[in-house]
């Protein structure tokens, strides 16, 4: 397998609309510049935190053509392709190759829910379709079938599927990939507050969501544990622990699109059925912005 790891701290990036409904592309481009400014390693535009699920298919192109045209080669770029047609995703995936994503994030079949079998020969079709390399995504959680140890692990022997972002919640699930992947295959946490035990467990970094508003402090815990300092990770966990979980008070990405209205970096403007996160919970997310030094 060629190495085509993604490593550290990949940002799944809000989507910045503005008032009248449509992209906010100047917002966008100075969250690219600023995010690579603070030390992101990769960024992932249209995954779940980017409401790709309510972007017109006009939309979903323009806003990885900015991401690949404000990058400029500094990052790699993860594009988010997935959905549970295969032939549209391959469709999707051709298309994203095409404007210059580097990497696929491709998530588990949803409503659906195939077999293994199933999820198996979905990814492996979409990867006989590309070039660049995929990035699965186990997210149990909104997609209601888990891709199993066996299956990722089947299918980290295909050349070009790189890596799993794993939000299964369970740790021993991961670990297993973990210890039994083959040489360069990425695991990478799909859930932010558990990105220190992962990376204690041998892994390879997170897609963030907490990462929008608090890049730096995220890759300097993800750069410390990768080289074994876990002293100095867990302080700057116990910095983030907050808005870890504040940014999950409700379904993602609502807090933190209110979070990243709060920088100043976006207007807090979500697409239906989203709507904004209840003002009782603004004073909890101020609160875990300032402890983590993004608010003073």
């Known amino acids: 397998m060629t190495d085509s790891r993604l490593r550290g701290v990949g940002t799944a990036l809000v989507t910045p609309f503005r008032h009248d409904g449509r992209l906010d592309e100047a917002a966008l481009r100075a969250l690219v510049d600023w995010q690579v400014a603070e030390g992101i390693q ?22 990885v053509e900015i991401v690949v ?17 295969t032939r549209k995703a391959i469709a ?31 990814f492996r079709a979409i990867a006989d379709a590309v070039s660049i390399p995929i990035v699965l ?6 997609t209601a079938s888990n891709i199993e140890p066996q299956t990722t692990l089947s299918l980290a022997s295909v ?10 919640g369970d740790i021993g699930q991961i670990t297993r990939i973990i210890n039994e992947r083959p040489q360069g295959f990425a695991v990478l946490s799909g859930d932010d ?3 220190l035990e992962v990376m204690r467990a041998g892994g390879d970094g ?28 867990a302080e700057a966990q116990e910095r983030l622990l907050p808005i870890m979980r504040a940014a999950f008070v409700e379904s993602n990405p609502i807090p933190i699109k209110a979070a990243m209205s709060m920088l100043g970096r976006c207007e807090n403007i979500l697409r239906l059925p989203l709507v904004p996160m209840e003002q009782g919970h603004d004073a909890t997310l101020r609160s875990a912005l300032t402890a983590a030094g993004a608010l003073k």
């Open 92 to 122: 999707l995936s051709r298309e994203m190759e095409a404007i210059g994503a580097t990497h696929l994030l491709h998530v588990s079949p949803a409503y659906s829910k195939p077999p293994q079998r199933g999820i198996e020969a979905h």
């Open 159 to 168: 050349p070009n599927i790189a890596a799993v972002k794993e939000a299964s």
């Open 137 to 142: 995504y186990n997210v149990p959680g909104r």
């Open 206 to 233: 997170v897609i963030s969501v907490i990462s929008n508003a608090v890049p730096r402090l995220f890759t300097e815990l993800v750069t410390a544990a990768g080289s074994g300092n876990f002293d100095r990770a």
């Open 42 to 63: 990769f960024l992932v535009p249209c995954g779940s935190t980017g409401e790709a699920a309510t972007l017109a298919p006009d939309e979903h192109r323009r806003v």
């Open 69 to 85: 045209e404000q990058v400029a080669g500094r990052v790699p770029v993860c594009a988010g392709a997935g959905g549970n047609d």
């Open 193 to 195: 507050e558990l990105t």
